[in-house]
């Protein structure tokens, strides 16, 4: 039943967080909003809402293990996961991929988490300074997008490819816009509800922590829109797409989610995240530096590296 409950969950977060990212982009787009801006605030967003209600759910509820579990399983599987299964079948050409800065971005975010983790339990100064540093980054990220439509007409181009990625449609009648969005945003809740309350009944049958199922189950599952988003960039050869769309869920999920999140806590942080987890994150961010600067090719080859990696650490885990 606990199984049911986490899959059923699953099945509804994937669904209406798809539906607000539609229905958001459409609007966006619409309304004339610059597509580049979409792509680094509401697809952004979008693809982390599942992790941002699971996290604010799982504080209210007094599981902290399942929050910060899924922030830190989201952003290991983003990289060994969501990069390793398209670039198994797919190679992505990186090598004309411009994501220095934002991967530098990434990184500084990674290591002011850890060390925020180290002076934890999250509390609402914690959520203060990593939101200040999502608005120091977004605020960044809209100077270069300025930047890049003044030298060079893109936008056009952006909202053609965010238009086939997030099947969206700036001439979408608005009552099909609302709809989809109100439907994301009561199913969102609804179904982070139901996977928490079937995480941690499985969590309790099989007697494995919360911290465990919420760096598995629950981060593997709520890591599936930006896998499908991966895995349509590189069927269109979109590496630039796919390994920005890894960046971005990554900060997004460190300084928005637990951000907001820890306005719910105190959010405890239990010694296995201090002792291996937050490392293995950092190790699998760090091992994005080779596409990023030194321009290799992400093949057939690495692909099958990170997988075998992620499927070792599931292993260690559940033994």
Not at 92 to 115: E, H, N, P
Request: aromatic share 8%.
């Amino acid at each position: 039943m606990d199984i049911l409950l986490v899959l059923a969950g699953l099945v509804i977060l994937l669904v209406a967080g798809d539906f607000l990212v539609k229905g958001a982009v459409s609007l966006s787009l619409r309304l004339g909003i610059p597509a580049l801006i979409v792509s680094f605030t509401i697809v952004g967003f979008g693809t982390s809402a599942p992790e941002l209600l699971i996290a604010i759910q799982s504080a209210l509820e007094g599981v902290p293990g399942i929050a910060l579990g899924n922030v830190v399983g989201s952003n290991i599987a983003n990289v060994l996961l969501v990069l390793g299964v398209p670039a198994l079948f797919f190679t992505l050409d990186t090598r004309r991929c411009d994501t220095k800065r934002t991967y530098i971005q990434m990184i500084a975010a990674s290591l002011v988490f850890i060390a925020l983790a180290f002076l934890g339990p999250f509390h609402i100064w914690h959520g203060i300074i990593l939101l200040a540093l999502l608005a120091a980054m977004l605020g960044d990220a809209f100077h270069s997008a300025r930047k890049a439509r003044r030298s060079v007409n893109i936008d056009n181009a952006t909202s053609e490819e965010l238009s086939e990625l997030e099947d969206a449609d700036p001439n979408m009648p608005i009552w099909k816009v609302s709809s989809y969005m109100i439907a994301g945003i009561i199913g969102l809740p609804f179904g982070a509800d139901i996977l928490i309350e079937g995480a941690l009944g499985i969590a309790h049958d099989k007697g494995i922590s919360e911290e465990v199922v919420g760096l598995t189950i629950v981060a593997i599952g709520t890591s599936l829109p930006e896998l499908a988003t991966t895995v349509v960039a590189a069927l269109r050869r979109q590496a630039d797409v796919a390994l920005g769309n890894v960046i971005g869920s990554n900060m997004f999920n460190l300084l928005a989610i637990m951000g907001i999140a820890s306005f719910f806590g105190p959010l405890e942080v239990a010694p296995r995240f201090l002792n291996s987890d937050l490392w293995i994150m950092l190790a699998s961010s760090l091992a994005l530096a080779l596409f990023v600067f030194f321009r290799l090719q992400l093949s057939r080859i690495w692909g099958f590296i990170y997988l075998t990696a992620y499927v070792v650490y599931i292993l260690a885990m559940l033994n």
